[in-house]
């Protein structure tokens, strides 16, 4: 069965500092799908990325990084140059080859940028 | 263009009540996932639609049941509620029901949610 876990349950940093959110996760599959979304106090999930199991390319957005590592299983997300807007829960999650569309979250990382 | 839409937005129940819960998709979009976040945890997958048809459903007890319409809104129906049922449910959407080579096509969108209380 697919597991994502968020070891860090909080951070807090202060503005202009870099940070990096762990993901690990765990899958029997060769062929899977990887994502983070954000979530403000609002409640609502904000896509952020996806990454193709297949695909191990890095990726750069801006200020966002995502560093996908097959070998270890771990996908991190770095913010560079945090901002107190970056402020919100950050969710990591999975899904399978034959599981439709259907997401394994992690726990959650709740990141509190401080002015 | 109209995101995902949920209606109610909050909503108070007592033990035992049942609730009815709705989703709208992005226009044009025909595959719906329904989620429960309860306060603290990740989302937890409850069921998915496509086309009308069940997709997938997650580890939830048979009082969770769900439905999706011509027109591809949804429904979320929960029986006998429980405290346990005090949640955050989130309806997403997206143009496709499975991943394959990725595009925006199989991006799934969220609503803001309704926040369920069970009393």
């Known amino acids: 069965a697919q597991k994502v876990t968020q070891a860090q349950t909080e951070i807090s940093v202060v503005e202009k500092e870099d940070v990096t959110l762990d993901c690990v996760y765990e899958t029997r599959d060769t062929t899977y799908y990887l994502f983070w979304y954000k979530q403000p106090p609002s409640g609502e999930l904000v896509f952020l990325i996806r990454?193709?199991?297949?695909?191990?390319q890095n990726e750069i957005s801006g200020r966002y990084s995502w560093n996908f590592q097959k070998s270890t299983s771990s996908f991190n997300f770095t913010i560079t140059a945090s901002q107190v807007v970056d402020s919100a829960v950050y969710f990591c999650a999975l899904s399978e080859r034959d599981a439709g569309n259907m997401l394994t979250f992690g726990g959650g990382t709740r990141l509190m940028v401080k002015p | 263009d109209a995101g995902v839409t949920q209606s109610p937005t909050h909503l108070i129940k007592t033990r035992g009540q049942h609730v009815t819960l709705r989703c709208s998709p992005i226009s044009g979009h025909k595959s719906v996932s329904w989620y429960q976040q309860v306060l603290g945890q990740g989302p937890q997958f409850i069921f998915q639609?496509?086309?009308?048809?069940?997709?997938g459903r997650g580890n939830f007890p048979d009082r969770f049941s769900a439905r999706q319409f011509p027109n591809y809104s949804s429904e979320l129906n929960v029986n006998a509620l429980l405290l346990g049922d005090s949640a955050l449910y989130l309806c997403?959407?997206?143009?496709?029901?499975?991943?394959?080579?990725?595009?925006?096509?199989?991006?799934?969108?969220f609503g803001p949610g309704t926040r369920l209380l069970v009393l």
């Open positions: 990454r193709n199991s297949f695909d191990e």
């Open positions: 997403a959407s997206s143009l496709q029901g499975r991943l394959g080579r990725g595009g925006r096509e199989e991006t799934q969108y």
């Open positions: 639609y496509y086309e009308k048809e069940e997709r």
